[in-house]
């Protein structure tokens, strides 16, 4: 059911929306540095397993919304996550692969 949150034993993943899509995808809000570093997601996300993440938003998009974009665009720093592990994703708007 969506929007759902996502609980594991006493943890609640955040305060965004997520919603399962399949056993193995979920779907959120877009976060922000802020709350990466507020709420520890590198590690519920490495609780969790989650490994890959894909980032649908585009540069520069909602610059005034929630705690707004940084210095790459978006409204985190997706350093924050390779540096910790997560593989980066394709971008979406490049050409296909196939």
């Known amino acids: 059911m969506?929007?759902?949150?996502?609980?594991?034993?006493?943890?609640?993943?955040?305060?965004n929306y997520i919603c399962r899509i399949t056993?193995?995808?979920l779907?959120?809000?877009?976060?922000?540095?802020?709350?990466?570093?507020?709420k520890n997601l590198i590690n519920v996300f490495k609780e969790?397993?989650?490994?890959?993440i894909i980032n649908m938003q585009i540069p520069g998009e909602h610059p005034h919304?929630?705690?707004?974009?940084n210095k790459?665009?978006?409204s985190y720093d997706p350093e924050i996550f390779m540096e910790a592990g997560c593989r980066p994703s394709l971008d979406l708007t490049q050409a296909k692969l196939s």
């Open 2 to 15: 969506c929007p759902v949150f996502f609980r594991h034993g006493k943890w609640q993943l955040s305060k």
């Open 23 to 25: 056993d193995e995808i």
């Open 27 to 38: 779907a959120t809000a877009r976060p922000s540095t802020e709350i990466i570093r507020k």
């Open 48 to 52: 969790f397993q989650i490994k890959t």
């Open 65 to 69: 919304c929630g705690d707004g974009i």
């Open 72 to 74: 790459t665009g978006f």
